[in-house]
């Protein structure tokens, strides 16, 4: 005896040998339907999984690649995500309103002097020597160095980098305050030298720079 199948639909069951192949494919698609409508991430799924990840850039120029502006700008913020943050240093401008009290020429290089680990020293024998280079002995020479052959530099940059690199020697050598540097540094026990120089330091210190 030939077993009849039936398929239920709802509450309706119905005899598979007796539809035709339009309504099976009607109720195929009928069912799809209802599951697309029912389940709807599945096909989402489905398709976001099948299909390749495609990147897409508009801003080629005549296919040589990205228009020089757009490409400057786009590695310039690459970049900028990889270097750390520097911060204004505060010191700075305290520096330079305690210079232009002074009426000193270096309040254009406030910077300059605090990059130098020894900046209090070149400060306050400044001070001591050209009144904050008001007087330059040589030119962008404010601290004597040279004595009586005066070095010249080519700009106060370059004269604050090479004081501070004669201080670190004279520190060095021991020679760590005014008092012990005064003989060698001035060439005679200059009494007010010292004095000078201490007064310029105590007032960073104050101003906390």
């Not at 130098?116 to 330059?136: D, K, M, P, V």
Request: charged residues 20%; glycine residues 6%.
């Amino acid at each position: 005896m030939h077993q009849v199948q039936h398929l239920a639909w709802g509450s309706i069951k119905i005899n598979i040998r007796d539809i035709s192949l339009f309504d099976k494919a009607f109720i195929c698609v009928s069912l799809a339907a209802i599951l697309l409508f029912t389940f709807p991430q599945l096909s989402l799924a489905h398709t976001i999984d099948n299909q390749p990840l495609l990147f897409e850039i508009n801003d080629f120029a005549e296919g040589r690649g990205l228009n020089p502006v757009v490409q400057e700008d786009y590695f310039a913020k690459v970049l900028a995500k990889n270097l750390p943050v520097k911060f204004a240093d505060p010191r700075i401008k305290i520096l330079e309103e305690y210079l232009r009290s002074r009426k000193s020429p270096w309040v254009d290089y406030a910077d300059a002097i605090l990059e130098q680990s020894n900046y209090r020293f070149i400060l306050g024998i400044g001070f001591a020597e050209s009144n904050f280079c008001r007087h330059q002995i040589r030119q962008h020479n404010c601290w004597g160095i040279g004595g009586t052959n005066p070095e010249t530099y080519p700009d106060y940059p370059a004269g604050i980098a090479r004081a501070n690199e004669l201080i670190q020697k004279y520190h060095d050598n021991g020679m760590t305050t005014p008092r012990l540097m005064r003989n060698t540094w001035v060439g005679w026990q200059n009494h007010n030298w010292p004095i000078a120089v201490e007064q310029v330091m105590n007032d960073l210190e104050e101003l906390e720079i």
